[in-house]
């Protein structure tokens, strides 16, 4: 078995499988936990259903926050965008999705894949680059670098592979597909899970403030 | 002392001490909490057993949600007026939940097996050393939820770290020792029931108002708090002279008056339930419809918005009293006199952004006119004075305060006005304490001593009344 017949074969789909159990060990192992009641009598009678808005409201920082937030509010919007329609949107990718689903659809041409690609890693470049340039911020982790350079791999070697720069091409392509099957793996027990959490956290705290008449 | 003030009892001489005064006999009195405070009573090891205990006894699913949410955006650093101050990492509010967290990790979380692999056990001198962070730096004022883009909580996850401090036996000083009395002679500084008499004995035969004192029935029954009870008679009198202006029918019962709350504020839960439960009781006795909190800010979510408390099945209602008064004055019943000059409110966290009684207080002061200029920051955005949470009476957070209060005077400055209106004892006090340390050119006014000395003279509103009657 060449390397890249591991990638596409035992490596990825093992990576996919360890991805889905871990989404549900973490989710269901804190989902499934009690609940604390707030007895007290809320502001008004339908003011915790306003408390959801903040699921959606929160996607963008208030007024307030604007100049402190900026930079990693739209730099981040402009990754997580660029990311999603790179994942999507190119051939090759679209292809393993339907070798695994069934599901296809059509492709942005690939100019458009590589001009994305690259704007997702530069994007992800400024991030770290005001990360490190401000510690008392960020309050960075270990865990905060090793999520990065495991995002930041199959975006590089995805770009080296289709510009066929660095290695061979086959290699090129195995790595990138190794390097997926690790930020697969990963995601369930990093912060990347935040793509599931901040969905309940808003709405959590959105309905904990709506209660008092309060809109955060 | 404003000039309506004057202009309303222009020969009375003031019964009690101005506000600057009683802010430094206050500052005496708290300095010497600390060598009351209690030693610790149980082993190392039972003070860290309680302190894991309480936090998984404590967390539920929203804590457990919050804590796994974030992703060190750094958002919330920049909104925490204890970092901005100070420019120091440490007192980012996402370090503030750090070691909740690690016992999470490795105690609760569904990847406890894993955690418990990899990371080093808590110690008791992990506790120890979060106490600054626990107490001193966090007023659990709430900004940092308003930016954060997970929407995380960290000011309730702050206190349930409170709660853990309290098993630990790691309350700072002060709280300790006010936490002691509190739990064993029912009195903080000394406001006992008979202090209160005495209080309302003088407020009779020095000022001429009368309070109702320990009435059987009563519409609406009035909180103190040991700030007016052992410093400030005028936030007694000023309410007196309120609801005896209003013409309600009220009380103060000597079996439940306190509003300040050490339970809430050292994390002690089954304290702070021992101190609702007598006030809860008595307005029942009395049927009350209305229980009043006096401008105590923390009383109002140790009574308000206790999750405790079904406070939906209760027969009356409780409110702060910048929402008594602003209902009042949206209902036309309270008549003031104009306030002369520009001013600007101070949002308590604990009743503003943490609490929602936003529009009430400036009810208040539209109903005198006053030019309400707000901050730049305000309502649900306004940065905290800095004393909240009981940081107020902490010596160890001194700089904190004083530097972080130094924003307030910076907002406040910013909207030109001569005076700013705060309505929580633990805000005033710590806006006087600025004033007097920075020489700030700014009067700082209570709500309800402000509306006190604006009230129309009773005999000309009762004439008015008469003879509109007539006609």
Redesign the interface.
């Known amino acids: 078995m060449s390397l890249l017949e591991f990638a596409r074969g035992p490596a990825i789909h093992a990576a996919l499988i360890i991805m889905v159990a871990g989404f549900a060990?973490?989710l269901?192992?804190?989902?499934?936990?009690?609940?604390?009641?707030?007895?007290?009598?809320p502001?008004d009678a339908f003011g915790n259903f306003k408390g959801y808005r903040?699921v959606f409201s929160?996607a963008w920082?208030?007024g307030?926050?604007t100049t402190?937030?900026r930079y990693?509010?739209v730099v981040?919007y402009v990754f997580h965008i660029a990311l999603l329609l790179v994942i999507v949107g190119i051939v090759p990718h679209i292809e393993f999705i339907q070798s695994l689903t069934g599901l296809s659809w059509p492709a942005m041409p690939n100019f458009l894949g590589v001009a994305l690609g690259t704007i997702a890693l530069a994007s992800l470049f400024a991030l770290i680059f005001r990360?490190l340039a401000?510690?008392?911020?960020?309050?960075?982790?270990v865990g905060?670098y090793v999520a990065w350079v495991v995002v930041a791999l199959p975006l590089l070697t995805g770009l080296m592979a289709f510009a066929h720069v660095g290695l061979r091409y086959e290699t090129m392509l195995a790595l990138h597909i190794l390097s997926s099957a690790l930020l697969f793996a990963y995601m369930p027990?990093s912060?990347l899970?935040?793509a599931f959490?901040?969905i309940?956290?808003?709405?959590?705290?959105?309905l904990?403030?709506a209660?008092?008449?309060?809109?955060? | 002392m404003s000039t309506a003030a004057t202009q309303a009892n222009p020969s009375q001489t003031p019964v009690f001490p101005s506000f600057a005064e009683v802010y430094q006999g206050l500052a005496g009195q708290i300095g010497m909490l600390r060598e009351m405070a209690p030693a610790p009573t149980k082993s190392d090891e039972q003070r860290l057993k309680g302190a894991v205990d309480t936090l998984i006894e404590e967390t539920n699913a929203d804590e457990a949600v919050w804590l796994e949410s974030c992703i060190h955006c750094g958002q919330c650093t920049n909104a925490c007026h204890y970092f901005q101050a100070t420019g120091e990492a440490k007192y980012a509010p996402m370090r503030k939940m750090d070691l909740y967290r690690r016992v999470y990790q490795r105690e609760i979380s569904p990847m406890r097996w894993w955690h418990r692999l990899v990371s080093k056990p808590v110690k008791l001198s992990d506790f120890e050393e979060a106490s600054e962070l626990i107490y001193d730096s966090c007023s659990e004022c709430g900004r940092c939820t308003m930016v954060c883009p997970m929407g995380i909580d960290t000011a309730s996850l702050v206190h349930h770290m409170r709660s853990a401090m309290v098993a630990a036996e790691l309350v700072p000083p002060e709280l300790a020792a006010l936490r002691m009395e509190q739990k064993n002679m029912g009195t903080v500084f000394g406001s006992s029931p008979d202090a209160l008499k005495k209080m309302v004995d003088t407020i009779r035969e020095q000022a001429g108002v009368e309070i109702p004192l320990d009435k059987d029935k009563a519409d609406v029954m009035v909180l103190s708090s040991a700030v007016d009870l052992v410093a400030n008679g005028n936030g007694l009198l000023a309410t007196a002279k309120i609801m005896n202006h209003l013409g309600v029918d009220w009380t103060i019962r000597s079996d439940g008056f306190e509003s300040a709350n050490f339970g809430l504020l050292s994390g002690d839960m089954s304290l702070w339930k021992h101190q609702v439960d007598p006030i809860i009781e008595a307005a029942q006795k009395v049927g009350a419809k209305t229980l009043v909190i006096a401008e105590c800010g923390h009383a109002y979510p140790a009574l308000r918005w206790n999750p405790m408390l079904s406070s939906g099945e209760l027969p009356f209602e409780m409110m702060y009293m910048s929402e008594f008064l602003g209902k009042q004055a949206k209902a036309g019943k309270l008549r003031l006199t104009p306030f002369d000059g520009k001013v600007t409110f101070h949002d308590p966290c604990k009743t503003g952004r943490r609490g929602g009684a936003f529009d009430e207080p400036r009810a208040v002061l539209a109903a005198m006119d006053a030019d309400l200029v707000e901050m730049p920051a305000n309502k649900e955005y306004n940065w905290c004075c800095g004393g909240g949470a009981g940081i107020f009476l902490l010596e160890d957070a001194t700089r904190l305060r004083d530097e972080s209060f130094k924003i307030k005077i910076r907002e406040v400055n910013d909207t030109g006005a001569e005076s700013v209106v705060v309505s929580c004892a633990s805000c005033r006090l710590n806006f006087e304490s600025g004033r007097q340390k920075n020489n700030w050119d700014k009067q700082v006014h209570s709500l309800v001593e402000l509306v006190a000395d604006h009230l129309i003279d009773d005999e000309t509103a009762t004439k008015g009344q008469a003879r509109g009657a007539a006609a």
Do not use: C
């Open positions: 060990l973490r269901l192992g804190v989902l499934v936990l009690t609940r604390g009641a707030d007895m007290s009598r502001r903040t929160r920082p208030a307030e926050f402190t937030t990693q509010t981040a990360r401000k510690p008392a911020i960020y309050n960075s982790t905060d027990f912060k899970m935040h959490w901040f309940f956290s808003r709405a959590q705290s959105g904990a403030y209660h008092k008449g309060v809109r955060i």
